[in-house]
């Protein structure tokens, strides 16, 4: 199991090189018990921002959007990844994937409380979440072709295609 230090320089090393090297390089370094550790604390801050936004009912919605991003994102790409022919395990498509979705949601979560701190949420977050989903499924595409270890366009452009549908319904959630 990788420690919280280990995996926050993995993390970096992801965001700032997405390369399918990268993701390859550290799919053993975790476990699905680390990939919840690092994701749970993204998630927490999320939920804690949908309570300062709307009370108990943001703090639900907030969980809920969580749980479907996380979740859908990296369920999906293993549950269409493995019958394509993918080589990653459950844990590794877990851990992988936290190395970049836990800071993402970190960052969303900050850019939507400073915008809603100047009273601008509603029009930014509309815009934020666009980018933010779309930045996500590109980190998303260069992790499963790094980590399931296969590069056949048909092959990603099928997991393309389920991740845009986990996207538009994580969008809908959030607008």
């Not at 699905?32 to 999320?46: E, P, Q, R, W």
Request: with cysteine.
């Amino acid at each position: 199991m990788a420690t919280l230090t280990e995996m926050f320089s993995q993390s970096v090393q992801v965001i700032r090189v997405p390369t399918e090297t990268n993701f390859n390089r550290f799919e053993d370094e975790g476990n699905f018990a680390s990939a919840m550790v690092f994701m749970g604390g993204a998630m927490l801050a999320f939920t804690a921002a949908g309570f300062y936004f709307s009370g108990s009912t943001g703090a639900v919605q907030h969980l809920l959007i969580a749980l479907v991003y996380y979740f859908g994102f990296w369920g999906l790409a293993f549950l269409l990844g493995r019958p394509m022919g993918g080589e990653a395990t459950w844990h590794e498509l877990a851990y992988t994937h936290a190395l970049f979705m836990a800071p993402m949601l970190l960052g969303f979560t900050i850019s939507s409380v400073a915008f809603f701190s100047f009273g601008y949420l509603q029009v930014a977050s509309m815009y934020l979440t666009f980018v933010f989903l779309g930045i996500s499924l590109y980190y998303s595409v260069r992790c499963i072709q790094g980590t399931m270890n296969f590069y056949d366009p048909v092959k990603v452009l099928a997991l393309i295609a389920g991740l845009l549908i986990t996207s538009v319904v994580v969008y809908q959630l959030y607008v």
